[in-house]
């Protein structure tokens, strides 16, 4: 078996009349080579016996190619879609990607990275935990090897980023449940020591400030923004004595927690309480009613970082630093429409 | 900075009247400690600039202490939710995972195949891609370091394996729908290469023939199982001179592309098609009407498959196999139940 010689691209190419380049195409499902040739190559690299060698080009320029991704967690739609649309473009630039999840665990995390910087990956590309407040871990990855934030990342680390504007959207959200004649707004929060939701709370009370409606700090609650923070943070806004009229919430998932609890004590929504979440999750379309949400392009978000990081590979000196910050987007659905009902 | 004495778990224990095996298992979200105590030995690791120096010993050992996982894809609850119990049952063991996704693509797979055995791993834990079925990779990981399979898994591998009994789901699935009265049912299926798909056939075929029931092969479909597969077969199935009053189809994905064709064709679901999908994706809990699935117990099949490689590491000579099959379970949700409604 050791001994049997391998068949090559070339090998391929030769037996179908197609282009080395075409095959190698093919094989990475590039969206130029049409389905039936696709189908072709990889039934001749089938029958070829064909082994892919990717890594000793790489081994030869003594890079390992390999490309760190660390995300919060994996069970997301939007990080699994970013890291989807980075790993579409560093492929068909020739690099492999690895990941790992912090589970938004600081201990976890610096594990992580450790692992990464051991592996002597190329370089990193991070969104960082809720609980991450000491940055000399991301500091570390800085002094030995490239480093690229997305949507959680610390302006002071002074490393390329992209994210979206979280202080528009939430003028955008507070805008529209104005115009459905909300003036009772709460704020269902995430953490303020993390940048981005430091900013959805500033652009919250702005908003608040700017139509002349009362900012109630009892109104903003900070947590985890898991299912059972919603659930939780909910219940306690309808116990109080003060009940708001919409429910402003900073990421999806949490969002379904509070929708649950509504449900639950059959307040109609949105004519009681209005709600909108955070992030165009997959499931905010399917509920009853669906969920009004802030679309967060998690495909641009990939394709951009991405890029900003192969150009990084290019320039490791470039001493400027590349800030991209992308338009939210509010899609508004039943729950908070109420001309719609 | 690369002077200063680091502090350890020992005084992070001493500030805070512990033992060090009790920091040790705070800082690792051990369920056996307490919120308050979390809070506590996180804020002192934070004051204390405290830094996990995990791989040392690791490295004295002469071990990566990682394990690759290699899963078709990241953007799925099952699989997402695989991963995340793997990561438990090691991390609680020493070890860290590090993740890369085939994209259901062959070539990609033997790529990170190869990436993985060039890091060196201590072992490998995989779910197979749709298109492999040349095996040859998966003997290359055997030759080299552990293998354990979870749900695509081939038995010619002869490897440590766990999953679902995929024959007894469709029997399931079948009585059930029987039950409902319905008589002609269709199947979306995966690929017949598959084994998983292949056994979930032969299980639909088997169970409507002790029913008694017809099996046309036009009402076996074998596709990806993305959601536009799902449409487009729902689509070619109501346009067919024989409609089916039931599908089963072997995907959530899928099975929700199929109920989105049959909503827009303003076809009551259950009562003139009822529909199952399998997985248990959390959406399908979520959409009008819900829909039935089948559970295949993603928390187990990740502590057992951590637990099945655990056990191949301390006895990696040992020369019996491991299969351990799970029972699946039938949910019934809205879209299959006929009574209900």
Chains 1, 2 share one sequence.
Not at 5 to 30: M, Y
Not at 275 to 285: A, V
Request: net charge neutral.
């Amino acid at each position: 078996m050791e001994n049997k010689k391998k068949s090559t691209i070339k090998d391929i190419a030769a037996v179908l009349g197609l282009t080395p380049s075409a095959v190698s195409k093919a094989l990475n499902n590039h969206p130029r080579i049409s389905e039936k040739t696709k189908i072709a190559v990889k039934e001749a690299a089938i029958q070829l016996d064909y082994q892919p060698n990717y890594l000793s080009s790489a081994l030869r320029k003594g890079k390992s190619n390999l490309v760190g991704v660390i995300i919060p967690r994996v069970n997301s739609h939007f990080f699994s879609s970013v890291v989807e649309n980075i790993e579409k473009v560093l492929n068909l630039n020739g690099y492999n990607i690895i990941m790992t999840q912090s589970n938004e665990l600081y201990v976890k995390e610096c594990q992580e990275i450790d692992t990464l910087l051991k592996i002597q990956v190329d370089g990193i590309i991070a969104s960082m935990a809720n609980e991450t407040t000491n940055l000399e871990y991301y500091q570390k990855i800085k002094s030995k090897t490239e480093l690229v934030l997305f949507d959680r990342g610390e302006e002071e680390l002074n490393v390329d980023y992209v994210g979206i504007d979280d202080y528009k959207s939430s003028h955008l959200v507070v805008d529209h449940l104005v115009s459905q004649n909300c003036n009772r707004i709460a704020h269902i929060a995430g953490f303020k020591h993390i940048r981005i939701y430091k900013e959805r709370i500033r652009g919250y009370k702005d908003a608040l400030e700017k139509w002349n409606l009362e900012s109630k700090e009892n109104w903003i609650i900070e947590s985890n923004l898991r299912l059972e923070d919603g659930r939780r943070i909910m219940q306690q806004l309808l116990d109080s004595s003060e009940r708001p009229d919409a429910v402003y919430v900073a990421g999806d998932i949490a969002a379904l927690g509070a929708l649950q609890v509504l449900l639950e004590n059959n307040i109609k929504v949105p004519e009681e309480i209005a709600l909108i979440g955070f992030s165009d999750e997959p499931f905010t379309s399917l509920t009853q009613p669906s969920i009004s949400t802030v679309n967060q392009h998690s495909d641009q978000i990939g394709k951009l970082t991405a890029e900003a990081f192969l150009e990084r590979m290019k320039n490791p000196k470039k001493k400027t630093i590349n800030r991209i910050i992308l338009e939210p987007e509010l899609i508004i659905r039943q729950s908070s429409n109420r001309d719609l009902k």
